[in-house]
Nanobody, 125 residues
Framework: QVQLVESGGGSVQAGGSLRLSCAAS????????MGWFRQAPGKEREVVAV????????YYGDSVKGRFTISQDNAKNTVYLQMNSLKPEDTGMYYC??????????????????WGQGTQVTVSS
């Protein structure tokens, strides 16, 4: 019964920034693992960042460490992905996902139960 809706995608030049939002409805996101994933054409879906909303602890994929930040706002039942120093290889469809399982910091897409529709991010050189 959970719905996730992403927003904030768009087209930017290399070196620019975007902030993605994931608004959840139907259930609170507290004490859950919330993940951001991305998928480029012809590529596998890969983890970008994960946050455990009970503590604020985070995980980042190697390719985005130091550039992206995942955060939460429990009052708005929303998670964010701040993306800085964007590169063309960051281009893809970005998805928000929620895991209701017991695995700590899941990084594989099949560990997540609910998904948003995605928001497109395009970075030009």
């Amino acid at each position: 019964q959970v719905q996730l809706v992403e927003s904030g995608g768009g087209s930017v030049q290399a070196g620019g920034s975007l902030r993605l939002s994931c608004a959840a409805s139907g259930a609170p996101i507290i004490r859950k693992y919330m993940g951001w994933f991305r998928q480029a054409p012809g590529k596998e879906r890969e983890v970008v960042a994960v946050i455990y909303t009970g503590s604020g602890s985070t995980y980042y994929g190697d390719s985005v460490k130091g550039r992206f930040t995942i955060s939460q706002d429990n009052a708005k039942n929303t998670v964010y992905l701040q993306m800085n120093s964007l590169k063309p290889e960051d281009t893809g469809m970005y998805y928000c996902a929620l895991s209701i399982g017991g695995i700590s910091f899941p990084v594989r897409p099949n560990a997540y139960n609910y998904w948003g529709q995605g928001t497109q991010v395009t970075v030009s050189s």
